[in-house]
């Protein structure tokens, strides 16, 4: 039971990815997880079916994009379990796909938004309580697209860049304290989020994936488990790939 007595908060636990680390954390003896979704219905349905009783699993409503209801969803974990130990950042948006002339200001604020501010907000609002405790373990998931870039998603691939920066500048900020920050980059994965990008940007990208298939959030569940754990106990700063041999660097 590797993450027994631990608490975890996973952004964009509704679905996808975010659900699977939810499902494969509570396996692994989470004394508690947070599901933070914006969407709450589908949040509350996932935490429901996932532990019944509600001893485990809690559904919270957050915008990402507001930092005091970043606040407040650290706070309502605190009080619902007393404690604290893993930070997940999972929520993003793909944005509309569509070559750089395409995107408008007010569409590339809005994916920063989401994928770079809200992941700084959830670092600053857990970075006071991991302090204090002397121990924490933050999973940025980024994407493959942070490291060799998909033509057709200029935006997305510049946040998820941004991203990975971000887990290398801050887990050297806190490396003597406890607390570890690494990221993941998935290639393609069978998830919602594919039905924001066209046929031939999906295509691109699993051509680009010499396994030939598309990942599952399974198996990103699995790798986000071995960070999120005390296994994981001198990695930190680090890009992890899961890419089906796409990135071998």
Not at 161 to 184: D, F, H, Q, R
Request: glycine share 12%; hydrophobic share 45%.
């Amino acid at each position: 039971m590797p993450l027994k007595d631990r608490v975890a908060i996973i952004t964009g636990a509704a679905r996808g990815i975010g659900r699977a680390c939810a499902e494969r954390f509570l396996a692994a003896g989470a004394a508690g997880v947070v599901l933070a979704d914006i969407d709450a219905a589908a949040a509350t349905a996932a935490a429901v079916q996932m532990d019944p009783g509600g001893e485990r699993a809690l559904a919270v409503q957050v915008d990402l994009t507001r930092r005091d209801e970043v606040e407040g969803m650290v706070e309502t974990t605190l009080a619902k379990f007393g404690d604290l130990d893993i930070l997940v950042n999972n929520a993003g948006i793909a944005g509309s796909p569509g070559g750089l002339e395409e995107h408008g200001e007010e569409a590339l604020d809005e994916i920063f938004a989401v994928n770079v501010k809200g992941p700084w907000f959830t670092c600053a609002a857990v970075h006071p309580h991991f302090l204090e405790k002397g121990y924490g373990r933050i999973v940025n998931i980024a994407s493959i697209a942070g490291k060799e870039g998909n033509p057709g998603l200029v935006p997305y691939s510049m946040t998820k860049a941004a991203l990975i920066g971000m887990t290398k500048a801050y887990a050297k900020e806190v490396a003597t304290g406890g607390i570890l920050v690494n990221s993941i980059a998935p290639a393609v994965i069978e998830t919602e989020i594919l039905s924001q990008v066209s046929d031939e940007v999906k295509e691109y990208m699993i051509s680009k994936i010499p396994m030939g298939r598309v990942g599952q959030p399974g198996e990103v569940a699995e790798l986000a488990l071995f960070l999120a754990s005390e296994s994981c106990s001198f990695s930190t700063g680090f890009c992890y790939d899961i890419s089906g041999g796409r990135a071998t660097y």
